[in-house]
T-cell receptor
Framework: EAGVAQSPRYKIIEKRQSVAFWCNPISGHATLYWYQQILGQGPKLLIQFQNNGVVDDSQLPKDRFSAERLKGVDSTLKIQPAKLEDSAVYLC???????????FGEGSRLTVL | AQKITQTQPGMFVQEKEAVTLDCTYDTSDPSYGLFWYKQPSSGEMIFLIYQGSYDQQNATEGRYSLNFQKARKSANLVISASQLGDSAMYFCAMRGMGRDDMRFGAGTRLTVKP
């Protein structure tokens, strides 16, 4: 089966610009996650969707980050305006069971100059 | 709140030897799952092994085993017969049953020496 798809793989922008990342989860996976992984750290959960509803966005910096999952399938994470500290890999993951493992995409590496 | 602690930023092991990566956790959930992921330099997160809090036996998957000590709240990963391809970051993670979010530790960088 196809894995979690993410794009773009790499993005370089200047601070105060905007950027959007796209994720398509594994077919049939109701739960979708966006994680931020800063170099040398573990992934940090930004937002979690169950179908097209938000379950947890407590760690999402809502003044600049937004995410949506229309139709309960693919999802978009947007950053506007970007700051230098947003440089990180943005990982999308999905799961079938609420208690099972997460399946990750290859990530989108963002560099903010 | 859930918390995962990995106290070893880096570990070295000789090829073909065994290595233990430490993980301790804290949670108020009565039941939970513990996971280990491998992240090679290419960046993808690869699921390795899972242990449920009510599982009586330690989980094993090929060369990976999880040394689960519930009373001590530890879930150490043991890799037997290390290979050069095992060099990577390793993350311990936890998910409470009935909670969908998964929290990760800071990771341990394992380097396997020839």
């Amino acid at each position: 089966e196809a894995g979690v798809a993410q794009s773009p793989r790499y993005k370089i922008i200047e601070k105060r610009q905007s950027v959007a990342f796209w994720c398509n989860p594994i077919s049939g996976h109701a739960t979708l996650y966006w994680y931020q992984q800063i170099l040398g750290q573990g992934p940090k959960l930004l937002i979690q969707f169950q179908n097209n509803g938000v379950v947890d966005d407590s760690q999402l910096p809502k003044d600049r980050f937004s995410a949506e999952r229309l139709k309960g399938v693919d999802s978009t994470l947007k950053i506007q305006p970007a700051k230098l500290e947003d440089s990180a890999v943005y990982l999308c993951a999905s799961s079938f069971l609420a208690t099972g493992e997460l399946f990750f995409g290859e990530g989108s590496r963002l560099t903010v100059l | 709140a859930q918390k995962i602690t990995q106290t070893q930023p880096g570990m070295f092991v000789q090829e073909k030897e065994a290595v233990t990566l430490d993980c301790t956790y804290d949670t108020s959930d009565p039941s939970y799952g513990l996971f280990w992921y491998k992240q090679p330099s290419s960046g993808e997160m690869i699921f390795l092994i899972y242990q449920g809090s009510y599982d009586q036996q330690n989980a094993t998957e090929g060369r990976y085993s999880l040394n689960f000590q519930k009373a001590r709240k530890s879930a150490n990963l043991v890799i037997s017969a290390s290979q050069l391809g095992d060099s990577a970051m390793y993350f311990c993670a936890m998910r409470g049953m009935g909670r969908d979010d998964m929290r990760f530790g800071a990771g341990t960088r394992l380097t396997v020496k020839p």
